[in-house]
């Protein structure tokens, strides 16, 4: 929780109260185009130790093993290093996933260095139903029946 103070009209300064959220969070992210970048500000680590550093798990279906792969990106003014996350193979459309770091010299670039964990949903297309045709042959055409009245005859006791 952050504390903070607001000076209002009267100049008392009044204690606010703000939250910042502990996670980063995207919604509906394009499978195949999803990187999500990440900040060495020690500019020390390899891809290989980055690549150790970040977890990911699917929160939607836990059975998959989802792996990542890690590259180098660029070097900022500050000499610290960015590094760019993809999924190895592919993410899954409709499910939820978590890419957690373990180390502090990490955060996720363009959010604040505190935020630990970045949740994000892949995109699923809606389902389009066909409607059947109900014609004679349609196996979704109720039965047909011989009585004029379309209704089933009565069962015989």
Known sequence: MLYYRHH???????LRQSRIDPYARS???????????VTDKSGRLTKEE????VSVKNVSDSSENTS????????LDDGAY???????GTWQEGCGYRLELSDDRLYFTGYDQTIRE???TVYKPDVTNVNARRGRDSPLSPPRFPC??????????
């Not at 980055?50 to 550093?53: E, M, S």
């Not at 960015?82 to 190895?88: A, G, S, V």
């Open 27 to 37: 919604y509906d992210v394009e499978a195949n185009d999803l990187t999500i970048m």
């Open 8 to 14: 209002g009209v009267d100049g008392q300064g009044a």
């Open 50 to 53: 980055v690549k150790n550093k």
């Open 118 to 120: 970045y949740d994000f």
């Open 82 to 88: 960015t590094f760019i996350i993809k999924c190895n």
């Open 148 to 157: 004029p009245s379309r209704n089933p005859p009565e069962p015989e006791m």
């Open 68 to 75: 990542i792969d890690v590259t180098a990106g660029s070097v």
